[in-house]
């Protein structure tokens, strides 16, 4: 497994800007696919965007099409999550998730399909 930190979460103002990062304990980070994924309580964790370990490959969830960009950058062992024009319903916690992989190409879009999690970082969208 790796170990995942997130941060950049906070209070957001609709319409405005929020950027979150992900930084992984690992060197051969390009060898995991990642995504972000999100849970307000009472519901189930949703993806909200997953990236190949190339970074060539993205997915995003109709909710962030659009208006979220994932990227990384394999030299930092970081990812992230631009969040343009929020919503107060894009409100949760963050989380970032990463599995090994052997494709480049390769990324996943469902939760069970992690290995790794990080600790979550608390977004509010509210004017």
């Known amino acids: 497994q790796v170990h995942l930190v997130e941060s950049g979460g906070g209070l957001a103002q609709p319409g405005g800007y929020l950027g979150l990062s992900c930084v992984a304990s690992?060197?051969?980070?390009?060898?995991?696919?990642l995504g972000w994924f999100r849970q307000v309580p009472e519901k189930e964790r949703e993806l909200v965007a997953a990236i190949s370990g190339s970074g060539t490959n993205t997915y995003y969830a109709d909710s962030a099409k659009g208006r979220f960009f994932i990227y990384r950058d394999n030299s930092k062992s970081t990812m992230y999550l631009q969040m343009f024009s929020p919503k107060p319903e894009d409100t949760a916690l963050y989380y970032c998730?990463?599995?090994?992989?052997?494709?480049?190409?390769?990324?996943?879009?469902?939760?069970?399909?992690?290995?790794?999690w990080g600790q979550g970082t608390h977004v509010t969208v509210s004017s």
């Open positions: 690992e060197r051969s980070f390009d060898h995991y696919a």
């Open positions: 998730a990463a599995r090994a992989t052997r494709y480049p190409t390769e990324y996943f879009t469902r939760a069970n399909s992690y290995v790794s």
